[in-house]
Nanobody, 125 residues
Framework: QVRLVESGGGSVQAGGSLRLSCAASGYIINTGCAGWFRQAPGKERERLACIDTLGTTRYPESVKGRFTISRDNAKNTLYLQMNSLKPEDTAMYYC???????????????????WGQGTQVTVSS
């Protein structure tokens, strides 16, 4: 059974930082694409960062330069370092993995077949 368990969310003031972790079990995260997503109430789920089997990372313009995705293969854990947080970053954050696309990272969140339960991030002004 595959489990992805996020941690590290919380409340922070604008300009602050948080580091999210996603511990995986039942699946080796570097054998496929892994990514971080977020969803705010009433908004579409958004991909924030992804890392493929070669270690190539991708970010949308909205977080580029502020967020960094990484993974620790020995711990089978995915991370998201978030700096310079803004109130508009407030959302539920999820980690996800895609084992079906040969390590390529799809943009459509529906392609990701393993998901964590989410961790809330709240940024106050």
């Amino acid at each position: 059974q595959v489990r992805l368990v996020e941690s590290g969310g919380g409340s922070v003031q604008a300009g602050g930082s948080l580091r999210l972790s996603c511990a995986a079990s039942g699946y080796i995260i570097n054998t496929g694409c892994a990514g971080w997503f977020r969803q705010a109430p009433g908004k579409e789920r958004e991909r924030l960062a992804c890392i493929d089997t070669l270690g190539t990372t991708r970010y949308p313009e909205s977080v580029k330069g502020r967020f960094t995705i990484s993974r620790d293969n020995a711990k089978n854990t995915l991370y998201l370092q978030m700096n310079s947080l803004k109130p508009e970053d407030t959302a539920m954050y999820y980690c996800a993995a895609d084992s079906r696309d040969g390590g390529y990272c799809p943009g459509d969140w529906r392609r990701y077949n393993f998901w964590g339960q989410g961790t809330q991030v709240t940024v106050s002004s």
